[in-house]
């Protein structure tokens, strides 16, 4: 799976757009053919939203840094990044 979370936010894109693609990109691979409300697809998209996008006030700077470090790395390195973030 690409990186989708972190190039959406440096896309620009707000919530309920990254949110929107999450979902589309995880529909076939997580939870498929499941229908719980809280199923494990919405509980990957709430994680990487808070990582990525809704990070309180006191992690921002934090945020900003992680997604400086995606623009200067190669692609192959991008999951590395997710895990130390």
Same mark, same amino acid.
């Given at each position: ?6 190039? %959406?936010?440096? $896309?620009?894109?707000?919530? *309920?757009?990254?949110?929107?693609? &999450?979902?589309?990109?995880?529909? @076939? ?18 994680? %990487?939203?808070? $990582?990525?996008?809704?990070? *309180?006030?006191?992690?921002?700077? &934090?945020?900003?840094?992680?997604? @400086? ?17």
């Amino acid at each position: 799976m690409d990186r989708a979370d972190s190039q %959406l936010v440096l $896309a620009g894109k707000d919530r *309920p757009a990254v949110n929107d693609a &999450l979902q589309e990109l995880l529909i @076939d691979k997580v939870s498929v053919g499941g229908n719980a409300q809280r199923g494990n697809r919405e509980k990957i998209v709430t994680i %990487l939203l808070k $990582a990525w996008l809704t990070v *309180p006030t006191e992690l921002e700077t &934090l945020r900003v840094e992680g997604l @400086d470090l995606f623009k200067r790395s190669p692609q192959h390195d991008h999951l590395a990044i997710h895990w130390v973030w």
